[in-house]
């Protein structure tokens, strides 16, 4: 599975947009990526993934570099409840387990 | 609402004391996960069920479990809980196996090994 690198921790001033870095060089062509959250001492929550197009829905956008190797993930306008671990992951297609495989991810702290 | 639930929320067990997390969903998923989150890391899959069909990780300890008595339950078994085992256990479900298919998590459940 692709690795994903992605920065330990962000600030963003509360309705501002968040935007969160995740490089992937070696994604391959059938893999997704997927960004999921965590808040503090919750489960991880599903926030929006992608193959090759931009994506964007009630939660976030996300943009994919055109060469697929990195993408950024946009909160548009941040609150105090996005404080968060935001994990980026590659998904390979098909496959038996479906299993996700989580990084270090980001810490975004969202500042009042 | 459709949801993914564990209970409890909180455990406390004794070193080497069986204890069991069970986690019930209201999607009607074909499969459901078990993770393992040790503080400050990243979760990590111990085991899944697709359908009644276990499907273990490698590396899953001997020690770790799992039931699925129906489509909505499904359990984790410590059978003699270490220091080590000491985490959040969370239970994830998706409708199937597909790359496309969501991964819903439960709240967790924190288990403390005294």
């Known amino acids: 599975d692709a690795k994903t690198t992605q920065p330990t921790s962000m600030d963003c001033a509360e309705g501002r947009a968040a935007n969160l870095p995740c490089n992937h060089s070696?994604?391959?062509?059938?893999?997704?990526v997927y960004w999921y959250r965590q808040i503090h001492s919750q489960g991880p929550q599903y926030i929006i993934h992608?193959?090759?197009n931009n994506e964007t829905n009630e939660m976030a956008s996300l943009i994919i570099t055109e060469d697929r190797k990195s993408s950024t993930l946009i909160l548009p306008h941040a609150t105090l409840r996005d404080t968060a671990v935001y994990y980026c992951?590659?998904?390979?297609?098909?496959?038996?387990?479906?299993?996700?495989?989580f990084g270090t991810g980001t810490l975004l702290a969202v500042q009042p | 609402d459709a949801m993914v639930i564990q209970n409890p929320r909180y455990q406390v067990t004794q070193f080497g004391k069986p204890v069991t997390l069970s986690c019930s969903q209201t999607l009607n998923h074909n499969v459901m996960y078990w993770y393992q989150q040790k503080s400050s890391q990243a979760p990590k899959l111990l085991f899944h069920?697709?359908?009644?069909?276990?499907?273990n990780e490698a590396d899953t300890p001997d020690n770790f479990q799992s039931r699925r008595p129906n489509t909505s339950f499904c359990f984790l078994d410590i059978r003699s809980p270490g220091l080590g085992d000491a985490a959040m256990y969370l239970c994830a479900t998706s409708l199937d196996r597909l790359s496309t298919d969501t991964q819903y998590f439960g709240p967790g459940t924190r288990l403390t090994v005294l």
């Open positions: 992951i590659v998904r390979p297609e098909g496959g038996a387990t479906n299993k996700l495989i």
């Open positions: 992608g193959l090759k």
């Open positions: 070696t994604i391959s062509g059938n893999e997704y």
């Open positions: 069920y697709y359908d009644k069909d276990f499907n």
